[in-house]
Each structure stands twice: as C-alpha cells, then as structure tokens.
C-alpha cells in the first residue's frame, strides 16, 4: 500500500466527522429551530458535562452496568451457542425459547424485571446481558456448526475429549465467527444501556440525557448524544484492534478492492 | 509477498534420490528404525476373492502378525433419496502388521468409509473392525488418519500444528518441539514453522497434514486420496517423500486412492472394491522389490504388467456396475 492511500484511509473518518458537523451546523442554522441546536454549541457543552462529578460519576456508572451485562453475556452465551452447535439435543432444547426471545425488544422486558427486581443496578445489567446474549448465541452458534468434522476427528485421533474438542478446537475455529457476534453484542450493550436508564431514570448516562430533554437543555442533549456517540465509536476501535489480533490468522489474504482509481 | 507458488523455496530439502540421506537421517533421530523393517516382506496375507468368503491364509504366521482384522463390515445409511443405502456390504480383510495396502476402486464405492470406520470416526452397522485384536470402539491415536481435506488447525502456525498431537501426548514443549522441527525439516517444509495454514499451496498444506499425523507416532496411518487434489508435479514428489519415509518406519499404512499407479508404486497389496454395494472385489499383492524408485520402476515390466492388468478390471468393473 502506498502512503499516500494509508493516509488517505486514516483522515477518511476523521473528514467524514468534520463532514457530518458542518452539515448539521448549516442545518441548524438554516432551520433556527430552539430544540436544534448548533453543533458548536453542543460541542461547547461537552467540557461542562465531563467537568461535572455528578455527571461523570453517571457516567461511569452506566459504563460499569454496561461493562458486567456485557461480560456476563459473552461468558453465558459463548459456551452455550457453542454447546448448541455440537449437539443436536442442546439445540433442539434451546432453539425453541430463543426464537421466542429474539423479537422482543428486551426494553420491553424491563417494567417487569422493574418489578421484580427494583429499578436498580441488577435490572439495568440483566436487560443489557439479555439484549447481548442474542447475537453472540447465534453467532457462536453458527460458528461451531460451520466447525469442519475432519478437524474434529484429528483431534478425536490426537487422543482429545469431546470437552477438549469443544474448548481447544470448536472455540478456536469459531473464534471469527463468535467475535463477529460480540461486535454486533457491544453496540447492543450501549444501546440498551442508554434505553434501560430512559426507562428506569436514576442514574447512568441515559438519565443526564432525558433529564436534560425534560429541563429543554438542547445543547447539553445534544452533546450527551455526541459524548455517547463518541463512547461506541471508542469501545468498537478497541475492540476491533483486538478482535484483528486475535484472529489474524483467518483475516483472508488477499483482498479484492473494487477499486475506481 | 511470503507466500511461495508451489511447493517448497530454494532452502527446502530437495527431494528424490538426494533426499533419502537427509529423511532418513532425519527419521533415524524420531522413530527407532524398526529392526524387522527391512527384513520379511510378508505383508498382508488375506484376501478373499470374494468378500463374502473369508479365507484362511496358508501363509499366516499367527494371528499377532494383522494388526486390524476387518470382520464382516456392513455399512448401511439412511439417504433422503434413496432409503437405505448400502455402502458397504460384508467387508472382510486382514491387514499384517508394517503392510502398505492401498484401497483401489470407483467413486463412491466406500473406501472413505471403510477408512473411518478401522480409524474409529464411523462405527459400522454390522460387523466389527479390530486393531491388535481388540475392536475399534473409537478415534485413538494408534490410528493416524490424513484426510484429503487437509483439516489442519487454521490458528495455529505450521510448527503449532505438528506438535498439537505430541503436547497433547504430555511430551514437555521443548521436546516436542524438537521433534516438530525435525519433522518439519523432513516433509520439505523448513522456513515455513511459523506460517499459517492460510499462506501455504496445497501441497505445502498436505505436507503439514503428513507431519502431524506422523508427530504423534500412530501405528497406523489412514491416508484417504491425501494426494487426489495436487497437481501432477507435486503428487509425484510427494509419492516418493511417503515411500522414503515408508520405507525406513514401515508403518502400517492404509491408502485410498483413485489412481492405479499410486497404488502399485507404493503398495505391498492393493484391495481392489467394486460398486453399488460396495464390496471388496478382488486383493492382488504387488511383488516388486523395495526400495522402490520410480524411475526404474516405470520401466519394470512387472510394474507395467500390474498397472495395466488393474486397470482392465477397472474398466470391467465400470462396465458391469450399476451406474452411479
Ligand atoms: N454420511 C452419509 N450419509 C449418507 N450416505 C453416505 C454418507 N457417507 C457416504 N455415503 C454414501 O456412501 C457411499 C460411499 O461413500 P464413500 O465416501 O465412502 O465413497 P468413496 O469410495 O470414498 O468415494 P470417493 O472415491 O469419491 O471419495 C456413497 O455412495 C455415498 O453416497
Ligand atoms: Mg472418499
């Protein structure tokens, strides 16, 4: 690659942002509308937000609920989509509640895990570990059943057990596959982090947020969707930066550009 | 750009004749050179001309000598199309111990499957297949099998591969490694320990299969067509690697294969099966001296004599069987 296309795929982002900012700016300067605000003021209220404790303090509260439901649905649903594809009889049992999960929207969920369980912390991270767990069952699921058999009689010949098989050769193999699945699971995780805190407002990034709404602070809306925003954007670079490590033995060789130049 | 075109780059052990002083200096520090390896070549001694039929050989030197017994194996399967599908009917056959046999016959007629039902992959749905006398109840890793799809781990380096099966063996990972390397070095591959299966050609791929089958020591390698899908060039560079290795270690090798050649080159017998269903239709044994070399073999005339005698029952076979 020359350096010249390397730089060019490094400014595309950040120009696609800058891009993205001066339409609205122009948007919202055309439209002069009170709840529209400019996208230099909404940038302005950005260092009010993250100067401010209280706010910082939600904010890092809703990271840690969004970091344990996260956690807690890769640990359970990787072993289990993998389970579901070596065996027929576990997904034959799971297959059935899972298809009647996968529709709902788990914020639908939340009034009645309210009930049961408070507005609180476990509620909030228990719905964002069932809006996560979906993607990465299916994904671990079809990565195990993609699983070449041959593979696994070398290793059945090598001497492995069938749990050996499942831990050092299905997991390996379906690594591609399942990390593509937790991708789809983070952005999943912040969504219905900022979902679950609209519906239980007590703390966490999406009450700065609907607080604001509800008190007409546009810019400072503005700029908790932008510091959001901004989050996933972070969350998804580090975890792609790993997830290329990780599998860098499977990222295909040569790639094809459709190239117009 | 790291990937080579075909086969090995300029630091890789040459092949041939030349090659047999580096292989079996190679083999000589892996696998204790086996005292009766270059000694009798009884071979296998059973056959049955018809499958049907199980024959007392008059030659047979006790029942120690066949290491798999294969006892009146059916293999039945239920197909969507059809309802039940024979595959294999009544299979008998007696393999000796450091015997090369090669499985000879049409497409479909269940020599995959006779494969892995001795390496244990497949269980029969009559009839019992036996190593050392004891039946086949599962993959061990007395049985070595090398399958045509190379399956080789895809995240692990060509180095990480050949030592799964001695780690997993409990061999300390200086030593496997040790082993590993030397392998390595002998199937042709040295420079490519730290690749990934992805940045290997075909053959490179087969090369590695070999080597990690060969790593965890089995008594018996089970070979399914591992040279079908290589071009001409390669194919014939690997025949001669496997008879240089073959013929110093002197496992017991079962090899499938749709070439008539192949299986004269290499084999001590070649169990010829026919179609629909799946029988063993005739077992010839190859009574050429070893060491064999292609070149001189070619021009042989017994070898002539056996390839083309083969392949007229090949042919006949075609003709009277069921289409496919
Ligand atoms: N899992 C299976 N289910 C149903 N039928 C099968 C299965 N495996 C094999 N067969 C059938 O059994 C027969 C023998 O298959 P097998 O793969 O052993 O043939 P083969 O001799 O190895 O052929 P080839 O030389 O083309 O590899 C075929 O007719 C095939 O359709
Ligand atoms: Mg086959």
Known sequence: MTSSAGMTKRAAPVLACIGLLVVWQVASLALKNDSFPTAIGAIRAIPDILGDKESLINILASLRRMTMGFGAAVLVSIPLGLLMGRSAAVAAFFNPLLMVIYPVPKAALMPIIMLWLGVGDITKTLVIFLGVSLPVIYHSFEGAKAVEEKMLWSGAAMGLSPMQRLVRIVLPAALPEILTGCRTGLVLALITMITSEMIARQSGAGNILFNALDMGQYDTVFAMIIIVGAMGICLDAIFERVRARLVRWSEPQFDMPLSFS | MRVRQNGRGSNDAPHGCENDSLSGRLLAKLVPLNPRASGTEDGMTVLSARSSEWVRPVTQQGPASAIIEIDRVSQVFQTSARK????????????????????????????????????????????????????????????????????????KTVLGNVMYGPRQQGIRAAEAEAQSRALIEMVGLKGYENFYPKELSGGMKQRVALARTLAYHPEVLLMDEPFGALDAHTRTRLQNDLLNIWERDRKTVLFVTHSVDEAVFLSDKVVMMSKSPGRIRQVIDIDLPRPRRRNELLLDTRYQKYVVDIERMFDESDDGGVPA
């Open chain 2, 84 to 155: 039940d599908h024979v595959a294999l009917s009544d299979i008998s056959l007696r393999i000796e111990e450091r015997a090369f046999v090669s499985i000879l016959g049409p497409s479909g007629c269940g020599k995959s499957t006779l494969l892995y039902i001795v390496g244990g992959f497949v269980s029969p749905t009559s009839g019992a297949a036996k190593m050392k006398g004891q039946a086949i109840k599962g993959p061990g890793p007395d049985r070595g099998p090398v399958f045509q799809e190379f399956a080789l781990f895809p995240w």
